[in-house]
């Protein structure tokens, strides 16, 4: 290659803009909307400390200070290659597709594009975090400037999933164990 070439090309990608994980999420219930860096949860999650800004935004969501330090702090277990494969197979599209009702590019509606860049923000901060995630390093990955959560649609999805949990606590501890064990006489 010659020298006029890799002059282009470094000046291409000196100038092509680097795309940076989230800073802003706007949190949507209805006609109720509000705003808070992500750079303020991080801070809260480090220091426990809580800024002015997110003390409101507790109290106005009904939240507890010990919960969401709770939420910020969770890890989860993310294997890149086994990710990556669930989340490009029919059973991850569809988990995708929904989450991206929840978690969303704020202002933009695309619901393939949304759920490319939550594909990516989960396989980023997996990668950059020894294949386990937390809620702030997902943001942090999250390829767009703002992010927005649908608090109502989180709500209806999170009484599923409790739900659900009920159901399976049921089953898993109930008389019925033998038939569940396939030990039944019947």
Known sequence: MNLKYKLIILLTLLYIPSANGAENIFLYKGTFSRTIKIEELHKFKETKQVSNKLKSLI????????ELYKILSLKIDVPLKTSS??????????FLSRLSK??????????????????????????NNNQEINLIDFFKAYPNKNIAIDLNA??????????????????SNSPLKKLKDGRSST
């Open 154 to 171: 989180l709500s209806k999805t999170l009484k599923k999933v409790e739900s659900l949990k009920e159901l399976i606590e049921f089953y």
């Open 102 to 127: 929840i978690i969303y590019t704020n202002k933009i509606s695309n619901k393939e594009l949304n759920s490319k860049a939550i594909r990516s923000a989960i396989l980023l901060s997996s990668f």
């Open 59 to 66: 109290k106005i969501t009904n939240q507890k200070e010990k």
């Open 85 to 94: 494969k669930l989340m490009n197979s029919k059973i991850g599209e569809i």
